[in-house]
Each structure stands twice: as C-alpha cells, then as structure tokens.
C-alpha cells in the first residue's frame, strides 16, 4: 500500500497517451455519426452529428489547453535543469580559482581564497550540508594540514610519566609549559579556524561527516564556543588554546595536548581523550561525563566543579590535580595516580578507586548519598581502602574514623588553613 503510481516524469506521458486516446475515441464517434448521416438523413442523424462536432470542439480546446500545459512543465523544467547546471558550473569555476587561491604564496591571496571558499560553503543547501558544503571543509581543513602539522617527534616529548613525583619536579614541568610561551598562529590558519567556528551548519554537520583536523598545531588557538561536535582532533597540539564553552561532545582528542588550556564549561561527552596530555589545563565545571581519559597526564590540572561521571581515568595521572565539588559517581579512576589531588567536597558514589594513589590526596568533606547513609558509608570505605597509599591521604575527622583511623595531628593541614 502507498506505493506511488507514477513516478517522476511518467504522469506527463500518462496525460499525453490519455488525450491522444480521448481524440481517438471522439474522432470515431464523428466518423460513426456522419456515415450514418450519409447513409440516412434524417434530421435525427443530423442532431446526432451536429452534436458529435460540438463535442469534438470541445474536446480539441480541451486537449489543447492539456498540451500547452504539459509544454508549459516542460519547458519550465528544461530551464531550472539549465539554470542548476549553470550554478553547478559557476559553482565549480569559483570553487576551482579558490583553491588556486590558496595554492599562492601571497597571504592576501590566499586568504581571499579561504573567504572564497566560506562563500561558496555559505552559498550551499540552507536546509542541511550538501556536496559543496562537505568539500569545502575538506579542501580547508586539508589547508591546515599541510600547512601547519604537528610532527609525531614533537608529539614524543609531551607529557610526564604517570608514576610518582615530587610536587616540586611536577611544577617544574608545567611551568615550562605556560600559555605565556607559546607562538602566535599563522595568519592563514586563524582565518581558517575563524571559518569553522561560523560555519553555517555547525549545529548539525556533525551527522553527515567529521572535521579532520588530525595532527594540526593549533597553540594558542581562539575555539571558544566553537561547536567541533564529534571532529576529529587526534594528536592535535592545542597547547595554550582557548576553549571556554567549546563543543568537544563525543570527538576523538587521543593523544591531544592540552597543556595550559582554557576549557572552563567546555562540553566533552563522550569524547575520547586516550592518552592526552592536560597538564596545567582549566577544565572548571566542564562537562566529561562519560569521557574516555585512560593514561591521560592530567597533573595540576584544574577540575573544580566538573562534572566527570562514569568518566574513565584508568591509570591516568592526576598529581596535583584539583577536583573540588567534582562530581565523581561512578568514575572509573583505578590505577590511578592522585597523589595530592584535591578532592575536597568531592562526590566519588560508587566510583572504582582500585590500585589508585592517595598518597597525600585531600579527602575532606566529601559527599555521599543521603538516601541509605550507613550503606552509602559502608561503600565508602570498601572504595577507599581498595586504593593504594589510602592511610597516607588526608581525611576530615568523620572520615577518619569511618576507615578507622587515629584523629590527626593537631598541626596538620587542614581545609581552613591550606596554603598549597
């Protein structure tokens, strides 16, 4: 049922063969009332076939009216398949002198071919990303890869062992590392990115195909706000860049530096950030749940008021780190290495801290579940004493003796007079 018919163009020679066929029949009717005129006439032959000539008038407006309409369709189509393929080919002649464009070594050229471009992109279906739209993005973001690439050498001296160190070597390595030393970026590479950000599609392009921006060394960067939803950021150096409120949910950031980076509110869902390096980030109250974080080299980065449910922190280092207010449920955090992390106020329910390192991390105030407290408690404990170093962490005074623990020494730090 519903199936259609006639499809495309079939109803106009539908339309064409049931007129020729009405002529047909009416012609016969003439015909069979003037023989029988001839072969008697009387007046009821000639009322008979006076009224077949009125008929065939008719009939002939009729279908002349029919065939002026269908010539009509025709020739209304023949000139918007005309006009379609004389925008496809301006589109590809304009397309073609862009990326000549960018191919001159003169910045102002080329940047005229970048905007050259955009227009094109802008150009496109208003209703979602069509050929032109996906290829002009492919053509910029593979601009970038030739023209600024992050070379896997550079890519081997990022980042520190997940082992533990002393705060003071810790610190060391992220100075080294500050936003204030990092290099402006290439002309041409910032108007590219100034292109992606205001990309017209941004909200839904995501479902059709993914921004390669793989190996890129974008230091320094303006992303804030952009929507790079699911794009593929694979081993990009994105050291210093700034990404407040930037849209990361479910891209692929393995491997990425993130050195010193602004992602204050950032959305990472869902994305995976295998083996990135965030030492020094500002990740405060950004969203990851869900986020894949194994092996990532997260020391001294801040992390205060994030929202890290179910996120996956196997044997990632997080020396240092601060997690204040972090919401914790359900991380996977084993192995671990959260030596003097801050996790105070801290909601950890039913996250695995398995073999992780708490030796010297901050543990105060943390939250549980009010529904079933002791059972909420009892969870507490079996979570904390399956990590390593659990005795050597720093407890408030409740916790303390919920892992039975002797009171703290009256000269040990405490929230109210913490000075790291």
Do not use: C
């Amino acid at each position: 049922m519903g199936k259609q018919l006639f499809n495309g163009n079939d109803w106009k020679a539908a339309a064409t063969v049931g007129a020729i066929a009405v002529t047909v029949l009416i012609f016969g009717i003439v015909v069979r009332d003037w023989i029988g005129l001839r072969a008697n006439p009387t007046e009821d032959s000639k009322r008979k076939f006076d009224g077949s000539l009125s008929i065939v008038t008719t009939a002939a407006t009729i279908v002349t009216g029919i065939f002026l309409v269908l010539n009509y369709i025709a020739s209304q189509e023949k000139h918007k398949i005309d006009t379609d393929f004389a925008e496809k080919r301006l589109t590809m002649e304009r397309f073609t002198r862009a990326v000549e464009m960018l191919g001159n070594e003169n910045i102002h050229v080329q940047l005229g071919g970048i905007y050259s471009l955009e227009s094109i992109a802008n150009d496109s279906d208003p209703n979602s990303p069509d050929e032109d739209y996906r290829q002009v993005f492919e053509v910029l973001t593979a601009f970038m890869r030739e023209n600024s690439p992050f070379s896997s050498r550079e890519a081997k001296n990022i980042g520190l062992t997940s082992q533990a160190q002393p705060r003071e070597e810790t610190e060391a390595v992220v100075a080294e590392n500050k936003p204030e030393s990092v290099p402006p970026l290439q002309t041409d590479i910032e108007a590219v990115l100034t292109v992606i950000k205001r990309r017209k599609h941004s909200g839904t392009d995501w479902k059709h195909f993914s921004l390669n921006l793989r190996k890129l060394d974008l230091r320094g960067a303006n992303l804030g706000g952009a929507n790079l939803q699911g794009a593929n950021l694979g081993r990009v150096n994105l050291q210093g860049a700034y990404l407040k409120k930037a849209n990361l949910q479910e891209a692929n950031l393995g491997g990425v530096n993130l050195q010193g980076a602004y992602l204050e509110e950032a959305n990472l869902q869902g994305a995976n950030l295998s083996g990135a390096t965030l030492q020094g980030a500002y990740l405060a109250r950004a969203a990851l749940q869900e986020a894949i974080l194994v092996e990532a080299q997260s020391q001294e980065a801040i992390l205060t008021g994030a929202n890290l449910q179910k996120a996956n922190f196997s044997g990632a280092n997080l020396q240092w780190a601060y997690l204040e207010g972090a919401t914790l449920q359900e991380a996977r955090l084993e192995r671990t290495n959260l030596q003097g992390a801050n996790l105070a106020r801290a909601n950890p329910q039913g996250a695995n801290l398995r073999r992780a390192n708490l030796q010297g991390a901050k543990l105060w105030d943390l939250i549980f579940s009010e529904d079933n407290l002791l059972q909420a408690k009892k969870e507490a404990k079996a979570m904390l004493t399956s990590a390593k170093n659990w005795q050597e962490a720093k407890y408030d005074p409740d916790i303390r003796e919920l892992l039975e623990l002797p009171p703290e020494l009256p000269n040990s730090n405490q929230p109210n007079a913490e000075t790291d």
